[in-house]
């Protein structure tokens, strides 16, 4: 391993680590204007620390995007909590707590840079990073997402949540079943933004080039889960419960968060394309935790106006589409858009050519990347649509299998996309 | 009176001979750069097709939209064609205004000169109507999609709007450059944006009345509404 350079840090920050020295365990969190929710989130971090892992030398890092909330003051003041309240046996070793801005983009991957940073300075064996806008974090959490880093060498330990059947789409229609199907790998939360690894992979991290890319700004959750599954580390699942964090500003609109997670999946798909086109099939990642039931808050969802963006989008996008998708494509999409609410319905093989058409389109430039990705939104909400229709009054489990099915068509129809990925023309 | 007569003939025959005689190397000049400027022609225009071809200039035309523009003016000749032509007439003109003052004929040189003169501002009114062109195009795609993705009424309309305005802001930039009746294309420029804003804000303040009220009405509303939807994507 390669001596990394760590000179990006901000210079109080590593005269903090090399007072330190070395640390066992190293937790992050990445924060922006995050005061309402992080100080439960410290508190859950340091009971979890001081319960599951008395004996290690332990250190949390706020890497802070420059919040004007006071969300530092909040890191600096959260209180350990007692003795009492952790029910640990033995004396607690106190975390080091640093609190630090980051340079470099602006975005959650310019302070996951300087949590990987930090790993190396401090050679610490692992790592976990969770976000600062959790409400259901608990202390069990740090033993999940660490102790198979620690304890069973893995590398890479993705979240696994329970979530509402609606919630979750974009991860559920496009991220899990595309991941999956280019990979091999089943990882059921790609972009689930809490991890753990090992700090072999933080410093395999930071040899890549990336830090002044989209990676940096907003694609590093789905760029973590990939260069682990690339790099071929050991990746493994832990079962967290159910997520709940705070609301999301509404002023992010759907069609640039989409755009986001999309654009960064096909960018890494440019990448690895030598990889991914001959894989086929996939398999399970080994899962650690207790999996429960859990409560989950209801989603309202508005289907009338899901169908009418996509009605409208039909209607008034043919220029837009047709050069996006396929003829055969565009043509099932078209006769969807004539269906009435009811019988209302977008079947998993043409969602699966949908997004395999995008994924060409924006490989071979057939439009411009950033309106190509936007187009995309009107066709998600059909699908989105469709899947609240048939999954009404569904169990979890048959949500469940009815996205298997949909990863399994994924998987089927995979040359088809190594097909228009090598072949600008339709297929015959 | 005969001897008189036949040496103005000889001496006026003797000069146009002088005279032809001047002029023929410089016709042969003019001949030669004029070939030169065929063969120049020719092999920029391969140059530049064969060029944009490797760079993929048609596909990123066929992503901008030139490519179903020019085929509703019904052309179907590629954009790599199109320009690697575009450069062999550009050649071939400046090389043809260099043979013409190659024959040293006071009119044409100073016509010649004025062609040379004149070109630069060609070129750049060119390049701000293609730059016209492609930004209109790619405004009014964006302009689409925003609009359909936040369920704007007739967004179709939206963009055109949008490509017309870019369009015309690009010609009378052209105009302005070409040094064309520049006061009046200017003049008739504001008039006829300002026209067109001042018709779409009585249009939209009185004929609109309603529908701006429900438009705006519907705006405001959404945050508390949003219609519900509390669905988490990510």
């Known amino acids: ?428 | 009176m005969t001897t008189r007569f036949s040496d103005r003939l000889l001496d006026s025959l003797a000069s146009f001979f002088e005279a032809l005689l001047r002029f023929l190397p410089a016709l042969a000049a003019a001949i030669l750069i004029f070939c030169l400027g065929l063969l120049a022609g020719w092999v920029l225009r391969r140059l530049v097709t064969h060029f944009l071809r490797v760079t993929r200039f048609d596909r990123a035309c066929d992503g901008a939209g030139v490519l179903q523009l020019l085929a509703r003016a019904d052309i179907r000749t590629p954009p790599s064609v199109l320009v690697g032509r575009g450069a062999f007439w550009l050649v071939f003109a400046s090389f043809t205004m260099a043979a013409m003052a190659a024959l040293q004929v006071s009119f044409i040189d100073q016509l010649v000169a004025e062609f040379f003169l004149y070109l630069p501002r060609v070129l750049s009114a060119l390049l701000v109507v293609l730059a016209g062109f492609l930004l209109g195009g790619f405004l009014a795609r964006a302009a689409l999609l925003t609009a359909a993705n936040a369920g704007l009424p007739s967004p179709r309309l939206l963009a055109l709007v949008v490509k017309l305005l870019v369009s015309v802001i690009a010609l009378a930039m052209a105009l302005e450059q070409l040094r064309i009746a520049t006061s009046i294309v200017l003049a008739a420029f504001i008039i006829a944006f300002g026209s067109v804003m001042l018709g779409l804000a009585l249009a939209f303040g009185l004929g609109g009345r309603e529908v701006a009220r429900r438009l705006l009405e519907r705006h405001l509303e959404q945050p508390a509404n949003q219609d519900s939807d509390n669905l988490s994507h990510l």
């Open chain 1, 1 to 428: 391993m390669t001596a990394a350079d760590l000179s990006f840090l901000p210079e109080k920050l590593r005269t903090q680590l090399g007072e330190i020295g070395h640390a066992d365990i190293l937790m992050g969190i990445p924060s922006y204007n995050n005061a309402r929710t992080i100080g439960h989130v410290v508190r859950a971090v340091q009971a979890g620390l001081a319960r599951h892992f008395p004996h290690q030398r332990a250190v949390l890092l706020n890497s802070d995007g420059g919040s004007t909330d006071g969300t530092p003051q909040v890191v600096q003041e959260a209180s350990a909590p007692s003795h009492d309240t952790i029910l640990a046996r033995h004396p607690l070793r106190p975390v080091h707590r640093i609190v630090t801005p980051y340079h470099g983009l602006p975005g959650k991957g310019s302070a996951l840079r300087t949590v990987f940073g930090a790993a190396v300075a401090l050679s610490a064996k692992a790592c976990a990073v969770v976000d600062a806008d959790l409400r259901s974090i608990t202390p069990e959490w740090v033993e999940l997402l660490l102790q198979p880093v620690l304890a069973n060498g893995f590398d890479f330990i993705a979240p696994l949540y329970h979530r509402h059947k609606y919630d979750g789409t974009i991860t559920n229609s496009i991220v899990y079943p595309l991941t999956r199907a280019l990979y091999g790998v089943r990882v059921r939360q790609p972009i689930g933004g809490d991890f753990g690894f090992s700090g072999r992979l933080a410093h395999h991290y930071l040899e890549h080039d990336v830090w002044f890319s989209d990676v940096a700004r907003f694609g590093i959750d789905i760029w973590m889960t990939t260069t682990a599954i690339t790099g071929g580390f050991r990746i493994g699942q832990a079962f967290l419960g159910a997520k709940i964090h705070d609301a999301k500003d509404p002023s992010v609109d759907l069609s640039a968060m989409l755009a986001q997670v999309t654009g960064s999946v096909f960018a890494l798909m440019e990448e690895h394309a030598a990889r991914w086109a001959t894989v086929r099939g996939s398999n399970p990642v080994p899962v650690f935790g207790f999996e429960y039931a859990v409560g989950l808050e209801p989603v309202r969802v508005n289907l009338g106006r899901m169908l009418e963006r996509f009605r409208g989008a039909v209607r008034e996008l043919e220029e837009i589409l047709s050069l996006a998708l396929a003829k055969d494509t565009w043509h099932a999409v078209r006769q969807l858009a004539a269906r009435g609410d009811d019988h209302f319905t977008y079947p998993p093989e043409l969602w699966v050519r949908t997004v395999y058409d995008f994924a060409a389109a924006h490989h071979h430039r057939s439009l411009h990347r950033d309106l190509l990705l936007r187009a995309l939104t009107p066709l998600y909400l059909g699908r989105t649509a469709a899947f609240v229709i048939q999954m009404e009054h569904a169990d979890a489990a048959e949500v469940e299998a009815a996205l298997e099915e949909l990863c399994l068509a994924f998987e089927r129809d995979k040359p088809y996309l190594v097909h228009r990925w090598k072949n600008r023309e339709d297929p015959p």
